[in-house]
C-alpha cells in the first residue's frame, strides 16, 4: 500500500517532497516521472536523472495525512513515520492558495480525494 499511496501522490502537480535527517533535508519536486520498486527499495524519479530518492519501505511504518493551522494559512501535507514515529518524509502539496491567499477548492479537492481514500487516521504499513 506504501507504493500505490506514493503512486497517487506522484499524480498530482505541484507537491514537494521534503526527505529529513538529523544533518540534511532534501526538497524534490513532484513533477519527477516514474516510480518503480526493487526489493525493499521503492525509487521515485530516474536514477541516472538529475535528482531522484530511494525510499526502504521496510523502514517506513505508517503515513498521517495533516492539516497544520498557521498563522497565514494552512498546510496540507501526507508525512511518512518510522518505528518510533520519527518523520522520513513529508509529501506537501503546494499551490494551494491563490496570490489573494484564497484557498484553491480544486487543489483541496485533489487533497481531500487521497485523504478519504486511504482515511484520516494513521496508516499502517505491513511487510
Known sequence: MLKQLLEDILKIEDV???VKSNGATAEIRSNILGIRQKDQWITIGENDGPCHMHLNDTIVKSAQFVTEEKP???SFSVRFYDEKGERILGAFFTKM???KMNLKHDRKK?????SQK??????YFTE
Open 16 to 18: 514537494l517532497f521534503v
Open 72 to 74: 497565514e494559512r494552512t
Open 97 to 99: 492558495y491563490d496570490e
Open 110 to 114: 485533489l487533497y481531500d480525494f487521497l
Open 118 to 123: 486511504y482515511g484520516t487516521e494513521m496508516i
